[in-house]
């Protein structure tokens, strides 16, 4: 799913950025600089990082952040002055701002839980 827009805020901090699906989701500067996929941040071949989070200047900000023609996001550092794009669909598969439900007792869908009757199922060996 392709980006629609991109909007820098928080004073160059973070991005916002909404879906043609109209789903929000905001990254931030340092984070989105941590995970940048170019080849001086990661290993094209194997993926592995390449730097530090202490490489990356703590007053890293967003100076520019537009989506492409293919509806990708591509973004520029300061001070670096260093741009880098990211496919929707990965920034998709990694949001991190989305609301958890935190109710008492809650789990995710895909766990099973235990009841009364998993002690009958456990193998006995006498």
Not at 33 to 51: E, K, M, V, W
Request: proline letters at 5%; one cysteine or more; charged letters at 25%.
């Amino acid at each position: 799913m392709p980006l629609a827009h991109a909007c820098i805020i928080e004073d160059g901090a973070a991005v916002e950025l909404t879906w043609t699906t109209k789903e929000k989701a905001r990254f931030h500067a340092l984070w989105l600089r941590d995970n940048a996929q170019d080849n001086a941040t990661r290993s094209a071949s194997n993926g592995q990082r390449l730097i530090t989070i202490l490489d990356i200047p703590a007053k890293t900000r967003l100076s520019a952040a537009e989506v492409s023609g293919l509806g990708d996001l591509t973004v520029t550092f300061a001070p670096e002055g260093k741009s880098v794009s990211f496919p929707a669909v990965w920034l998709s598969r990694h949001i991190y701002d989305r609301k958890v439900d935190l109710r008492p007792g809650w789990v995710a869908r895909e766990i099973e839980t235990w009841d009364g009757l998993l002690q009958a199922k456990i193998p006995f060996i006498a």
